[in-house]
T-cell receptor, first 112, second 112 residues
């Protein structure tokens, strides 16, 4: 079964807008939530990650919002740029006992 | 520099043949993983390992074996390759103290 669900499958935003990508999970033991991006022909690369000791993690234009009660987390990309166009994957794992599970991905297109 | 190296980068195999995909990491990481990527399914966990000489089944282990002869090396073996195993395969490694996996470049496998 899908342990991590991701939506939407694809998303198109205009340059300068905020893109919002969503994920949810089932296993309440998960306590580490990384986001990766992947450009065509390349391997996934870590973008930003959060442990739920806090509900928010920021890194430049990228912010993770985390809701433990609802088992949901999201990635907000502020001031989206055409260079942000890629496929984004969320993942979940137990911090010191890894084997991360990934969502199916969101293909983001940023139009100039 | 941290690195995960996969070989071969691409392979064409015949149905029923044996295929071995190799992975080597120089990160001194304890954890290693094999994922499969198909369009629409994201990254699915096949096998993983916490320590040399031991492997664990992931979410889709059927038709695959794994071998971890040393901390640095992790192989994925398809004893009887099938058409449905055509995909891109990624190896990754991570430390035992948390941290998101670092991915190799991927191996594109076509089974004909």
């Amino acid at each position: 079964q899908q342990q991590v669900r991701q939506s939407p499958q694809s998303l198109t935003v205009w340059e300068g807008e905020t893109a919002i990508l969503n994920c949810s999970y089932e296993d309440s033991t998960f306590d580490y939530f990384p986001w990766y991006h992947q450009f065509p022909g390349e391997s996934p690369a870590l973008l930003i990650a959060i442990r739920p000791v806090s509900n928010k993690k920021e890194d430049g234009r990228f912010t993770i919002f985390f809701n433990k009660r609802e088992k949901k987390f999201s990635l907000h990309i502020a001031d989206s740029q055409p260079g942000d166009s890629a496929t984004y994957f969320c993942a979940a794992s137990v911090y010191n006992n890894n084997a991360p599970r990934f969502g199916a991905g969101t293909k983001l297109s940023v139009k100039p | 520099e941290a690195a995960v190296t996969q070989s071969p980068r691409s392979k064409v195999a015949v149905t029923g043949g044996k295929v071995t995909l190799s992975c080597h990491q120089t990160n001194n990481h304890d954890y290693m993983y094999w994922y499969r990527q198909d369009t629409g399914h994201g990254l699915r966990l096949i096998h993983y390992s916490y320590v040399a000489d031991s492997t664990e089944k992931g979410d889709i282990p059927d038709g695959y074996k794994a071998s971890r002869p040393s901390q640095e090396n992790f192989s994925l073996i398809l004893e009887l390759a099938s058409l449905s195993q055509t995909a891109v395969y990624f190896c990754a490694s991570s430390s035992g103290q948390g941290g998101a996996p670092l991915f190799g470049e991927g191996t594109r496998l076509s089974v004909l």
